[in-house]
């Protein structure tokens, strides 16, 4: 597979569930950024990783938690979500901190 | 808190018509970049802007930075049903990659 990936592409989830959002690159990237979307709202900034480490963490509730175990692969845990959570959560990556990024698909996110 | 002010929200023309799409802020960018995301997929950047009045042409699309750079506009000419899409502008208000989205433009165009 080229370019960014993310899985699942759907998910619905109960508000006391926990789940996670994978995202994978294979484009040789050294950076990696978790993006919101909502309906509502201009697409939002939530957390920037640069060689493995946050440099970013935009004001986002603890009940999102990234994780980032290696340039290729960003996660996104979940617990406790509040419907207002619902959302399509793109992943994007980039050579580095000042390249273009480049977005997966997204997780379509649905919070009962 | 930054914004980028985006219009109008909704456009839908026919084939052949031409439009315009704006993006507005009271503060100052390092650069601009325009984005069109299709249903189901992540959003594609079409440019990057980076000094004042520059203007860049990519086939019928047209991108101009103000020369303040505060604001920058994408101009489609004779649009196709291909062109449908949602645009989004972003700015970056240091370098690097801190992005602040606008709301988008959501274009139909119709055959």
């Known amino acids: 597979e080229t370019g960014v990936t993310q899985t699942p592409r759907h998910l619905v989830m109960g508000m006391t569930n926990k789940k996670s959002l994978k995202c994978e690159q294979h484009l040789g990237h050294n950076a990696m950024y978790w993006y919101k979307q909502s309906a509502k709202k201009p697409l939002e900034l939530m957390f920037v990783y640069s060689l493995e480490e946050r440099v970013e963490n935009n004001s986002v509730p603890s009940r999102f938690s990234p994780e980032c175990p290696n340039s290729s692969h960003l996660f996104l845990h979940l617990h406790t979500l509040q419907p207002e959570d619902s959302a399509l959560y793109l992943c994007a990556s980039s050579q580095d901190f000042f390249s273009t990024q480049y977005f997966g698909p997204g997780t379509r996110l649905t919070v009962l | 808190t930054q914004l980028l002010e985006q219009s109008p929200q909704f456009l839908s023309i026919q084939e052949g018509e031409n439009l315009t799409v704006y993006c507005n802020s009271s503060s100052v960018f390092s650069s601009l970049q325009w984005y069109r995301q299709e249903p189901g997929e992540g959003p594609v950047l079409l440019v990057t802007?980076?000094?004042?009045?520059e203007v860049k042409k990519l086939k019928r699309l047209t991108f101009q930075f103000g020369d303040a750079r505060k604001d920058s506009s994408l101009h489609i000419t004779a649009a196709q049903p291909g062109d449908t899409g949602l645009y989004l502008c972003?700015?970056?208000?240091?370098?690097?990659?801190?992005?602040?989205f606008g709301g988008g433009t959501r274009l139909m165009v119709k055959p």
């Open positions: 802007v980076v000094t004042g009045g």
């Open positions: 972003a700015g970056a208000y240091n370098a690097g990659n801190m992005l602040t």
